[in-house]
């Protein structure tokens, strides 16, 4: 961080080429084993796991149209916004044993400020659009955003005091910082309580952060026509569906690196470059884990909620729930 | 305070709406200051262009107004037309209609649950219950030879026969039924989202049912025990105790929202399984048609004078057809009505105050069939030409497109 | 434009209603459910026409449809194909001698797969799907034969 | 609750209106194996009289309504309206068709909307498809025809004010599904 090479850059590009193009195989390869599962528990044989891969080429193939009443440059810059601000968190989020890319230019609270941006990107396309539907989609969006903000705080926030009580001397918002410290062998018996219903609370809200049943009003197909993306189509509409892709990798490693950090490497003794795949192979599993509990089955096992509901369930319920887990382990640290 | 609404156009084209209709809201915020319907993208024209061929022709015609109620629309027009002519339908034929109709019902209904949960965003409710669903349109195949517009009805009775060796597959999907109907009940009336979703939204009490005329479970979900099968029982169901469901058989109280129209098409469920037992059993022998031969029916019906009413309580609420003989190769008059046609009215009291979110489920609530109600004439008038298709034109299309479709 | 060979794999289908007698239409939706299943050929109901590949049309087209037809036509982006599912959206079916439809769809939009039927089953539906993108496949090959841009 | 027979429904109609009832008639209807029996009502009366009957209706019970249907006649229009009386009970239904003429150079009608809300969208219709002028009823877009549609064309009337096919005197021949442009000159 102190001294800056010409060297050190041309890493750091070329890390976050890379990064990039594995967070979007990655968000595509998950986003196909999602459907493929969805569809398995409906009872269908589902599409192949690669289908994500062929729509995402063909839309890009696809003609790319503009509406009349659209602002061009804001509703063409949108998708290219909510891709790259997902693509960049990506770069902040330790795998495995590997340290964050940018490890050291910003900590958890940034990327809680860079998750906002593809929503805000969707919500700017949504208006720039100029149809009734995307307006209400993104009218709706802008209702989401505000309502799971707290309980995602107020989850991140609580682990971050925790660390700051057990290590003072460490910058305890630094996701390397937090990844290397699980949450779970710090905490009494309170405490573990506490995490749990912080984990909730952080599952609570993936499905809204991903626009996911029940929390996809915005893009309410039966009600709003695809709402925010209703006026969308080729390369755009492609390259939402790799924010959305990516965005769900970035909320799978969060939800990973703050709650489950543990590798399995020194388990299987392991060393070198095998202990580095393993761990890395390892968070995969993780983040597929992750993603089936709350996205695939939270999807398939629920109907959509009114958007006055779901803002109500974000301020009360999971709030409740994310303020409870931030008392108990506040209770859990003083009574130790 | 002046509040700013704006307007949001549904449809006719919209993913919620399986049909075109229209609807215009006034919208402030996200709830509902007002309603414009304004159906009438579905009009075929179909009553005039019945007032045109002869009542044969025109069970066809009456089994395409709608095509999941295509047993309801020719049982009601053959009604009519047999109380007009003075035909008398043989009792087989009678419970054959029965037993055709109550099969179409169960598979509306499930229709209709996979629909309601498709709009309320839960798709796995949709694959479940067409799964179910597809039981009952293999045993329709079975005992009709398609899935849809089953082509059974015909004056004086029914084309085809059920015989002894198809009555155990009968039996099976009745088996199978009463097997899924947990599961469907499960999903619908357990499920803690769906419940938050339909509870106190769209009510319709049960003076707007009475007074705008609402029919079938819409109006029973309000408290009106109103059944045609009860109250003028009707071909085999005379014979079969049909009572009118209303969900205080269920849930004890009456609220007549969304929620209780489920309950009432999962409850009519049972009923029409029962009603399909009963028939098996008590199914007399004898022909299915008055008149065999259909050249002589077509005389005996240019011949006929008279006016008569045929009544069906179809899945949706009560078909009421109306034909009139003048001794004429055509019916001088050919009058259709769809529950739908009825059901419309009450849309608004249900959808004023409720949110945007709301308009697919409350729509979807009273099972609407666009394609039944929108079934009225409506003129071209685009460059004040009327464009006819000869049936030499339709031909040649028909070798072209053969033509152009193997390569 | 060039097309690629994802896209028989990936086919976004648009249903339109231009007035048929929803037998038609129930059938395509009965093709999403689990014994027939769309999906797992990469095909999918989209409620949107901009982000569709296909357009399966029902029913003769009324009056007020008309203009909707159409509309919905051009708001498809390129490459695209049209599928004419059921009698009446073929030819006009038992509404033959009706003054106030136009008729069958290829009188309005040019219309690239029929399905007859009334109403055909979901097989012949997903079958006439998958037809689909021989045309968007003979569009390919032309492509590359002609010199690119 | 006290249900009236047919006969004595008539009989109340034909007290309070004696010589505006032109015609009246009661249909015994048997189904099923067993035979139970249901009845229908057919009543003609004058045009004078008919919101009055219609208000008499709904003291007996608060019908349901059906629909209208129309029947053009040449010199007048027959309008039937189609109602059913009591629900609840098996068998006690009794449908209830009054019909009554309209001389066609005044097709005025009195509505029954502030009777029977749910009639409106069936008045509409027949404003449409008849032109028929319901006194009172409020002026709302058309229901079934398009906007722009001709004011002077109505589909069902079977006049020079209907819609094809037409004979050479402007009357309705009807039955002939007519397959080309040289037949339809032919017949006119």
């Not at chain 2, 309603?35 to 025109?58: C, K, S, T």
Request: aromatic content about 10%; charged content about 20%.
């Amino acid at each position: 961080m102190t001294s800056i090479s010409l060297f050190g850059i041309l890493i750091k590009i070329i890390g976050a080429i890379v990064i990039a193009f594995l967070g979007v195989v990655i968000g595509l390869f998950y986003k196909g084993i999602d459907r493929k599962l969805a569809a398995r528990m409906q009872a269908r044989v589902g599409p192949p796991i690669r289908q994500p891969f062929m729509d995402f080429f063909k839309l890009m193939i696809k003609e790319n149209i503009v509406p009349q009443n659209a602002v061009p440059w804001i509703f063409n810059g949108a998708p290219i916004m909510a891709l790259v601000s997902s693509i960049t968190i990506l770069l902040y989020l330790p795998v495995g044993n590997i340290p964050p890319l940018l490890s050291g230019y910003g900590d958890i609270v940034l990327i809680i400020y860079l998750l906002t941006l593809p929503a805000i990107g969707m919500v700017v396309g949504g208006f720039a659009s100029g149809s009734p539907y995307a307006n209400v989609g993104a009218q709706r969006e802008m209702v989401m955003m505000m309502s799971y903000e707290l309980p995602l705080v107020t989850a991140v926030v609580a682990l971050g005091w925790k660390l700051s009580q057990v290590y003072p001397q460490l910058n305890i918002f630094s996701l390397a910082v937090i990844n290397a410290r699980p949450i779970w062998g710090l905490v009494g018996p309170l405490g573990f309580i506490g995490a749990i219903l912080l984990f909730i609370t952080l599952a609570a809200v993936t499905p809204g952060e991903l626009s996911k049943v029940p929390f996809d009003a915005p893009e309410a197909e039966t009600e709003l026509a695809g709402g925010i993306l209703v006026e969308y189509s080729g390369r755009n509409l492609a390259l939402f569906g790799l924010a959305d892709a990516v965005k769900t990798v970035v909320m799978m490693s969060l939800t990973v690196a703050l709650f489950f950090p543990y590798n399995i490497s020194h388990l299987l003794a392991l060393s070198g470059v095998f202990a580095l795949i393993a761990d890395v192979l390892f968070f995969l599993v993780k983040m597929f884990l992750v993603m089936f509990v709350e996205v695939s089955f939270v999807r398939i096992a629920f109907a959509r909620l009114k958007i006055d509901q779901v803002s109500f369930a974000y301020w009360v319920p999971v709030a409740i729930i994310g303020l409870l887990g931030l008392m108990l382990i506040v209770l859990d640290t003083i009574i130790v | 305070m002046n509040k700013k609404t704006y307007s949001i156009p549904i449809g006719p084209v919209h993913p919620s709406l399986e049909e075109p209709m229209t609807f215009n809201f006034e919208i402030y915020g996200e709830r509902i200051e007002k309603v414009y319907l304004a159906p009438g993208d579905n009009h075929r024209g179909i009553e005039f262009m019945g007032r045109q061929r002869n009542p044969i022709q025109i069970i066809y015609l009456a089994e395409r107004i709608c095509g999941i109620c295509s047993a309801s629309h020719p049982f009601a027009f053959c009604q009519a037309v047999e109380n007009a002519a003075g035909i008398e339908v043989p009792e087989r034929g009678q419970y054959i209609r029965v037993i055709i109709a109550e099969l179409e019902r169960i598979h509306s209904h499930i229709l209709w649950a996979g629909i309601a949960g498709h709009e309320l965003g839960f798709d796995s409710v949709l694959y479940i219950s067409w799964r179910a669903r597809e039981e009952v349109l293999d045993l329709l195949e079975y005992l009709t030879g398609n899935r849809i517009n089953y082509g059974v009805f015909m004056i004086g009775g029914v084309r085809r026969d059920i015989s002894e060796e198809q009555i155990p597959r009968i039996r099976k999907t009745l088996e199978y039924y009463k097997d899924v109907y947990g599961k469907i009940e499960d999903i619908f009336l357990k499920d803690p989202t769906i419940a938050l979703r339909t509870k106190n939204v769209g009510v319709l009490t049960k003076e707007d049912a009475l007074r705008l005329c609402a029919v079938g479970p819409t109006t029973r979900a309000s408290g009106i025990k109103k059944d045609v099968r009860q109250d003028q029982p009707y071909s085999a169901y005379a014979d079969l105790e049909v009572k009118a469901i209303t969900p205080d058989v269920f849930s004890g109280e009456i609220n007549g929202d969304v929620y209780d129209r489920i309950i009432v098409r999962l409850l009519e469920l049972v009923q029409s399984i029962q009603i399909i037992e009963q028939c098996l059993e008590n199914m007399p022998s004898g022909e299915i048609v008055a008149e065999k031969k259909l050249v002589k029916l077509l005389n005996q019906l240019k011949k006929a004078k008279g006016e008569g009413i045929g009544r069906h309580e179809a899945p949706r609420g009560e078909v009421f057809h109306y034909v009139k003989l003048a001794e004429a190769e055509v019916p001088e008059i050919w009058k259709a009505r769809a529950p739908t046609y009825n059901n419309l009215m009450p849309w608004a009291p249900m959808l004023l105050g409720e949110q945007i979110a709301d308009i697919p489920i409350v729509v979807a609530s009273t099972d609407p069939c666009i394609a039944c109600m929108d079934r009225v004439t409506i003129l071209n008038k685009a460059n004040g030409r009327k464009d006819v298709l000869t049936k030499k034109d339709l031909h040649e299309l028909s070798v072209q497109k053969t033509r152009r479709i193997t390569p | 434009m060039r097309l690629n060979k994802y896209f028989e794999r990936s086919l976004w289908v648009f249903h339109l209603n231009t007035g048929s007698c929803n037998g038609c239409d129930i059938e395509i939706v009965a093709g999403l459910t689990p014994r027939y299943d769309l999906e797992r050929f990469g095909i999918k109901l989209v409620g949107s026409p901009k982000h569709a590949d296909v357009l399966l049309v029902t029913g003769p087209v009324t009056g007020r449809m008309l203009d909707r037809v159409k509309r919905v036509y051009e708001q498809t982006p390129d490459p695209k194909a049209v599928i004419a599912v059921g009698a009446c959206g073929t030819s006009g079916g038992v509404f033959y001698n009706s003054y106030n439809l136009s008729g069958s769809i290829d009188k309005v939009i040019p219309v690239d797969v029929y399905v007859p039927g009334c109403p055909p089953r979901p097989e012949a539906i997903i079958n006439g799907v998958l037809q689909a993108w021989i045309k968007l496949e003979k569009l390919r090959e032309s492509m590359e034969a002609a010199p690119a841009r | 609750m006290e249900y009236m027979k047919p006969e004595e429904i008539i009989e109340l109609f034909k007290e309070k209106f004696n010589e505006s009832i032109t015609n009246s008639r009661i249909e015994i209807k048997t189904a099923g194996s067993k035979k139970n029996s249901y009845s229908l009502i057919w009543l003609e009366i004058e045009l004078k009289v008919f919101k009055e009957a219609v208000k008499l209706l709904c003291t007996i019970q608060f019908p349901h309504f059906a629909i209208i249907s129309d029947n053009d006649t040449g010199e007048e229009v027959k309008l039937t309206y189609h109602f059913s009386l009591y629900y609840g009970e098996r068998f006690k239904e009794i449908s209830l068709n009054i019909t009554t003429n309209l001389p066609k150079n005044n097709l005025k009608m009195p509505t029954i909307t502030d009777l029977i809300p749910g009639a409106q969208t069936s008045e509409r219709e027949m404003k449409e498809m008849m032109g028929i002028t319901f006194e009172n009823l409020p002026d709302l877009p058309n229901v079934f025809l398009p906007i722009d549609f001709s004011k002077d064309v109505f589909p069902f009337r079977k006049d020079e004010k209907g819609v094809y096919p037409l004979s050479k005197n402007g009357k309705h021949i009807g039955g002939n599904i007519i397959d080309n442009e040289e037949e339809v000159k032919k017949v006119e």
